[in-house]
C-alpha cells in the first residue's frame, strides 16, 4: 500500500510562478487535508476537505487554492507563489470528518520560493 | 498565539531511561490531544492519542498523561531506544476531525 503519495518532492519557483501540488491516497479516506510546516511553527492547517465535494479553510489559507478531484485526489495551487510560501508541505488523510485526528501524512514536498 | 506549545525544542536521554516530552495547551475547550513522531525526510506519524476526559493512556511502551487543571500533558517513553530518535509533535483538535493545532516539536534524540 502506497498510502498517501506526494508530488513533486522539490520544487523551487521564482516569485510570482505558480504551481500545484498533487496528493492521492488509496485508503479510501473521506477526509483530505494540507499542512505546512516551517522552523519554530509545528504544522499549520492550510485547507482540508472533510468530503468529497467540500473544500474548507484552515488556519493560513492566504495565497493557496485547493481541488478535490476526487475521493482519492486533493490537490493545492499557489497562484502566484512568494519568498513566504517557502516550507515543507504535508498531505494528509483521515476515515472521515468524525475520527479523533489519526491523520497518515505523505512523506512531504519541499518548496523553495526565490 | 501559540494555542499548543512544546517549550524545550531539543531533549537527549541514555538508552533505557525514560523520556519525558512536555506540552501546554492554553484552550480548555480541546477534545483530543494526540502526539505523533516525525524522522527527516518523512511525514509524520501518529503515535498515541488521549480524550480531554481522561488522564492517561497506554500503549506498550509509550504512555500520554493528561493534566487537565495545569492544562500541560506529557508523553512517557519507556524505556527509550535509539530507534525513538525523532521529532514529537504534541497536537489538539476540538470535537472531532483532522483540523489539528500543532505544537512546536520536540526532537528527542536517544544515546546508546
Known amino acids: 500500500n502506497a498510502g498517501v503519495t506526494q508530488t513533486p518532492k522539490f520544487q523551487v519557483l521564482k516569485t510570482g510562478q505558480s504551481m500545484t501540488l498533487q496528493c492521492a491516497q488509496d485508503m479510501n479516506h473521506n477526509s483530505m487535508y494540507w499542512y505546512r510546516q516551517d522552523p519554530g511553527m509545528g504544522l499549520r492547517l492550510i485547507y482540508y476537505s472533510a468530503s468529497e465535494g467540500t473544500t474548507d479553510k484552515g488556519e493560513v489559507p492566504n495565497g493557496y487554492n485547493v481541488s478535490r478531484l476526487n475521493k482519492r485526489e486533493f490537490s493545492l495551487r499557489l497562484e502566484s507563489a512568494a519568498p513566504s510560501q517557502t516550507s515543507v508541505y504535508f498531505c494528509a488523510s483521515s476515515q472521515g470528518p468524525a475520527n479523533t485526528g489519526e491523520l497518515f501524512f505523505g512523506e512531504g514536498s519541499r518548496l523553495t520560493v526565490l | ?112
Open chain 2, 1 to 112: 498565539d501559540q494555542q499548543v506549545k512544546q517549550n524545550s525544542p531539543s531533549l537527549s536521554v541514555q538508552e533505557g531511561r525514560i523520556s519525558i516530552l512536555n506540552c501546554d495547551y492554553t484552550n480548555s475547550m480541546f477534545d483530543y490531544f494526540l502526539w505523533y513522531k516525525k524522522y527527516p525526510a518523512e511525514g509524520p506519524t501518529f503515535l498515541i492519542s488521549i480524550s480531554s476526559i481522561k488522564d492517561k493512556n497506554e500503549d506498550g511502551r509509550f504512555t500520554v498523561f493528561l493534566n487537565k487543571s495545569a492544562k500541560h500533558l506529557s508523553l512517557h517513553i519507556v524505556p527509550s531506544q535509539p530507534g525513538d530518535s525523532a521529532v514529537y509533535f504534541c497536537a489538539a483538535n476540538f470535537g472531532r476531525g483532522g483540523k489539528l493545532i500543532f505544537g512546536q516539536g520536540t526532537e528527542l534524540s536517544v544515546k546508546p
